[in-house]
T-cell receptor, first 118, second 114 residues
Framework: AQTVTQSQPEMSVQEAETVTLSCTYD???????LFWYKQPPSRQMILVIR??????QNATENRFSVNFQKAAKSFSLKISDSQLGDAAMYFC???????????????FGKGTLLTVNP | DAGVIQSPRHEVTEMGQEVTLRCKPI?????LFWYRQTMMRGLELLIY????????DSGMPEDRFSAKMPNASFSTLKIQPSEPRDSAVYFC????????????FGQGTRLTVV
């Protein structure tokens, strides 16, 4: 079974600084998707960034980027120029690649609570 | 599109009562997921459907929980009888097939069983 591990229950960063959130996963699949979701106090789950495992290039979305190390099964999220609005719970998620028209479930890590200090 | 719509947003009920949570997925999405979030256990998948058919219900805690998807635009999660340990936030999510398909989440139902 696939598992996702986020080893940092809490992290903090100063406004305008950079922070990296860690995620490792376990799978026997060679192709899959990885995601980072953000959950602010409103509890809405918001997609931050996605990565296809077959792509070697790390995904980037504005101030958010990932460091995807397939061999090490590591998928960290870097937030640059942190803003107060980045304060939230961040979840790493894994999804087996779609096959034959069927979707597979998302498996989530337990989350990292990010605090941004002014 | 209005996104995934869940109702109610909040539910407070007494132990032993029946609770029904509702979800309307995004139009055109063919997969629907029910997750439960607690501080202790994080986000747990309870059940998911593809094309209205339950695919994996191994996360359903026990027979008190049941889920249905009678058509592509509606799903329910029912707890009968409810217990205090069922108190959690319940999320519904949907996704489409093809490409990198992330799941889109509703705003969740916060259930409190007293």
């Amino acid at each position: 079974a696939q598992t996702v591990t986020q080893s940092q229950p809490e992290m903090s960063v100063q406004e305008a600084e950079t922070v990296t959130l860690s995620c490792t996963y376990d799978t026997s699949e060679s192709d899959y998707y990885l995601f980072w979701y953000k959950q602010p106090p409103s509890r809405q789950m918001i997609l931050v960034i996605r990565q296809e495992a077959y792509k070697q290039q790390n995904a980037t979305e504005n101030r958010f980027s990932v460091n995807f190390q397939k061999a090490a099964k590591s998928f960290s999220l870097k937030i640059s120029d942190s803003q107060l609005g980045d304060a939230a719970m961040y979840f790493c998620a894994y999804r087996k690649i779609n096959s034959g028209g069927s979707n597979y479930k998302l498996t989530f890590g337990k989350g990292t609570l990010l605090t941004v200090n002014p | 599109d209005a996104g995934v719509i869940q109702s109610p947003r909040h539910e407070v009920t007494e132990m032993g009562q029946e609770v029904t949570l509702r979800c309307k997925p995004i139009s055109g999405h063919n997969s629907l997921f029910w997750y439960r979030q607690t501080m202790m256990r994080g986000l747990e998948l309870l059940i998911y459907f593809n094309n209205n058919v339950p695919i994996d219900d191994s996360g359903m805690p026990e027979d008190r929980f049941s889920a249905k998807m009678p058509n592509a635009s509606f799903s329910t999660l029912k707890i009968q009888p409810s217990e205090p340990r069922d108190s959690a936030v319940y999320f519904c999510a949907s996704s489409s097939q093809g490409g990198v398909t992330e799941a889109f989440f509703g705003q969740g139902t916060r259930l409190t069983v007293v």
